[in-house]
């Protein structure tokens, strides 16, 4: 399994577009990218997933350049109720018969200031 | 009615004691998973099962045991708890079609707490 490295801590403003870099080295081909969002005392939400290029949805978009060794998740316009952890997980793509064994790290914590 | 439910929510206990925190789910998933988070360390996977007749070990499944007596029941037991075991629970589901989409569903957790 590709192993992450995310930022430990962010803080912005609201109002303010937030970008959280994921570097993932040694993804191997079938993995995918997706990044999920925790508020204290619940579990995790799935945000986004991608494999190459852009996505985009309704909560955000998540940029991967070519070579694939890095995402960046991107919030427009942050509010406060967008502090939260925030954690990049890289997993294969399997089919039926496979597993899809997922491992967080330690998340990004993004503060939203006033 | 949430789709993912664990029970109970809040348990404090002593050490020595047996331990079974339970997860039922509504969405018909075939795979579920247990979770374990620590403060400054993410979560961690304790096990997981594919189906019914299928369970796995994850990164730390020492100290715990697993059974998924259905589709939708996944229990976790803790057959001797001790304090390093205190933390928060979560159970998570996710589908098993043909394409994985890297969604998994997670109930609200079980705060463990063990004097």
């Known amino acids: 399994l590709a192993k992450t490295t995310q930022p430990i801590s962010m803080d912005s403003y609201e109002g303010q577009e937030v970008n959280i870099t994921c570097s993932h080295n040694?993804?191997?081909?079938?993995?995918?990218i997706t990044w999920y969002q925790q508020f204290p005392s619940q579990g995790p939400r799935f945000i986004i997933q991608?494999?190459?290029t852009k996505v985009t949805n309704e909560v955000a978009s998540l940029f991967i350049p070519a070579d694939r060794k890095s995402s960046t998740l991107s919030l427009p316009r942050v509010s406060l109720s967008d502090t939260a952890v925030y954690y990049c997980?890289?997993?294969?793509?399997?089919?039926?018969?496979?597993?899809?064994?997922?491992?967080f790290g330690a998340g990004t914590r993004l503060a939203v200031h006033p | 009615d949430a789709d993912v439910t664990q029970t109970p929510r809040n348990r404090i206990t002593k050490t020595g004691k047996r331990i079974m925190l339970e997860c039922s789910q509504t969405?018909?998933?075939?795979?579920m998973y247990w979770y374990r988070q620590d403060p400054g360390l993410g979560l961690r996977l304790i096990y997981y099962?594919?189906?019914?007749?299928?369970?796995n070990k994850g990164e730390i499944s020492d100290g715990y045991s697993v059974s998924r007596q259905a589709q939708a029941k996944f229990s976790l037991s803790l057959e001797s708890a001790i304090p390093n075991q205190t933390a928060l629970y979560f159970c998570?589901?996710?589908?098993?079609?043909?394409?994985?989409?890297?969604?998994?569903?997670f109930g609200e957790g079980s705060r463990l707490t063990v004097l």
């Open positions: 997980l890289v997993g294969a793509l399997m089919f039926s018969g496979g597993y899809n064994k997922l491992i």
């Open positions: 969405k018909g998933h075939d795979r």
């Open positions: 040694n993804i191997a081909t079938n993995d995918y």
């Open positions: 991608g494999y190459k």
């Open positions: 099962s594919f189906d019914v007749k299928d369970i």
């Open positions: 998570a589901t996710s589908d098993s079609g043909g394409v994985w989409t890297g969604e998994l569903f």
